[in-house]
């Protein structure tokens, strides 16, 4: 299995917490999303990723697979231990709703490509650019920590005592926001479930600073 | 069941279509994104959906869900016929991975509170406005069109004879295109399998025109 990958890439930083979590070997390609205006953009990895963005994922018989979120749920269906939507239909739909809160509505508006266009095409200063960063990561992960308050199934982690798909996206999204100095106060069950998890070996291994082409 | 729809919302399109696919009865309610301010800031109905966004639907025995991509996979799994998602684990990735293009890379980028905060917030022009949701809109349909292209699932719709979820997600997307005059040239395969969607009554039903809180 390959993955390519960028260090610092959040969608990236899922699937490896993923792939970890399901203890399943794979090798790191590492795509530099800044140097030499981006590796994402040559035409060889477009070719495997039209959209030319990280992750993405090849299976051991060479399948390509793009986003993180089928990406992950491909995973869960093929290697289904330990399982990253466990429970009922319902139990299942609460945690894909609590990923993609985050995957659609905080990490798209904070891209690199996003904050390129803000600037380069819009002319928008560093602080304004800083300030709609913020806004979206504050905002939406204040909702975030409102859906978790609010449901009985908060655990250790967000859906019960184990780590789930849910997990494998805030914790890369809390890692942004802390890079970006975002005020996390008032979102104590999102930084109390991002400790838990840091403190799992998998979710470790997975962090930026710990992969091959980390700067 | 219930849906907290907004007519031109996108994302309630996307679960109208796959309420109609599988021939479930369900009442809409409409939630006016402009009116007011925006109905969906309310605090009655923050607490259905602390996001604030459209849609949010409500089971038979009274759970709610969010998140439009969670409610159609949960159908998914609580009324598997038609399946949204068919075939095996890796033609469930690929129809997941479409759909996720749209609803992670194109439409969280052009939401109404997103075009809002560029003219409000950074006194971005008009004319600068259109031109943003017509660059994500375009160049994501171009990667969805490449995709398509080179895949040979594709068929009368976006993975085989049948609609999937990356259908349900097309069509709204497509709508939104068309509304803010993008040029889609050159993407004949979304606009054909579009045009095979809105051939069925599922579709049409679904379309922001005929519902009950079209303007």
Chains 1, 2 share one sequence.
């Not at 070719?47 to 869960?76: H, R």
Request: proline share 5%; charged share 20%; glycine share 4%.
């Amino acid at each position: 299995m390959k993955l390519y990958s960028f260090f610092r890439s959040s969608a990236s930083y899922r699937v490896r917490i993923a792939l970890n979590l399901k203890g399943l070997d794979y090798d790191v390609i590492p795509v530099h999303l800044v140097k030499g205006g981006g590796e994402q953009l040559s035409e060889s990895y477009r070719k495997l990723n039209p959209n030319a963005l990280v992750p993405t994922f090849i299976d051991d018989a060479g399948a390509v697979l793009t986003q993180s979120l089928a990406i992950m749920e491909y995973l869960d269906e093929v290697h289904p231990e330990p399982l990253l939507l466990p429970g009922s239909a319902l139990d299942r739909a609460h945690i894909r709703s609590l990923a993609l809160q985050i995957a659609c509505d905080i990490h798209p508006l904070n891209n690199l490509r996003i904050l390129r266009y803000l600037t380069r095409d819009l002319k928008v200063s560093e602080d304004d650019k800083n300030a709609w960063y913020r806004h979206w990561c504050v905002s939406g992960l204040a909702a975030l920590e409102a859906t978790l308050v609010a449901d009985s199934r908060t655990g250790t982690f967000c859906a019960g005592e184990k780590p789930t798909l849910a997990d494998c996206c805030l914790v890369p999204q809390v890692a942004n926001a802390q890079r970006f100095d975002c005020d996390l106060t008032g979102m104590a069950t999102v930084m109390r479930i991002h400790t838990a998890c840091l403190d799992l070996d998998a979710f470790a291994r997975a962090a930026p600073a710990n992969q091959p082409d980390a700067e």
